[in-house]
């Protein structure tokens, strides 16, 4: 098992201790032994058959992985000036092009493309709501190949799963809130405030994309 692996295991156990039993603890220790795969179906198994869907949702969310809060220090302070999700949002926007622009090696109408569909960190704010859709991990990659599988591991963040899309693993989706984790954390972060996320699209349901809704409540 990789360091990665074990973190994220870890923190699965943890979260899972909030809401589970000496019972539901015990089988998932015992999964060790199991790859990425068949450890998270029998585990999501597991966690339906003795849990109710929203506290799967919020172990799966808080087990994600995050953004280093250093990284969102100006973006917290212009939304506690401000005390405006937009203006916040404009601002991680601003961040995410300087980023994701040198990272991606993108050119002007390829960022420009990203931000006008809300692909990236930021997203779009819609009815006071904010969706964000993940853009292709391997950007270059996804958009040169043809094949609709491989395009979905081209697009795929989740290092845990992403080689079982070329083989049409059917994956339930709760564990992308996995993703939807991702979101929660940077705007629990910038607002301090509670924030829930709702899983729109994603691949193990036959998207093309994993988008998410982001919904801030704001004291």
């Known amino acids: 098992m990789n360091e990665f692996e074990k973190i994220w295991r870890d923190k699965i156990v943890k979260n899972t ?5 000496d019972k539901i603890l015990k089988i998932i ?3 060790n032994e199991l790859d990425e795969v068949a450890y998270s179906q029998i585990l999501i198994k597991t966690l339906k058959e003795n849990l109710l869907n929203d506290r799967i949702k919020s172990i799966f969310c808080k087990s994600a992985c995050h953004m280093p809060h250093e990284k969102l220090e100006n973006v917290r302070k212009v939304y506690n000036e401000t005390k405006n999700i937009e203006k916040a949002r404009i601002a991680l926007e601003e961040m995410f092009i300087i980023d994701i622009k040198q990272y991606k090696n993108l050119n002007d109408k390829q960022l420009k493309d990203i931000l006008v569909k809300g692909w990236g960190a930021a997203g779009l704010n819609i009815d006071g709501k904010i969706i964000a859709t993940k853009i292709p991990s391997k950007f270059h990659e996804y958009f040169a190949e043809s094949d609709n599988i491989k395009k979905k591991y081209y697009y795929c963040h989740c290092p845990r799963v992403r080689k079982e899309l070329l083989n049409n693993s059917d994956l339930d989706s709760i564990y992308c809130n996995c993703g939807g984790g991702f979101y929660q954390d940077i705007w629990e972060y910038i607002t301090g405030q509670d924030v829930d996320i709702k899983v729109l ?19």
């Open 201 to 219: 699209k994603n691949l193990f349901d036959g998207d093309e994309t994993c988008q998410f809704e982001i919904t801030i409540k704001q004291k």
């Open 17 to 21: 201790e909030i809401y589970g039993n």
């Open 29 to 31: 220790t015992d999964l």
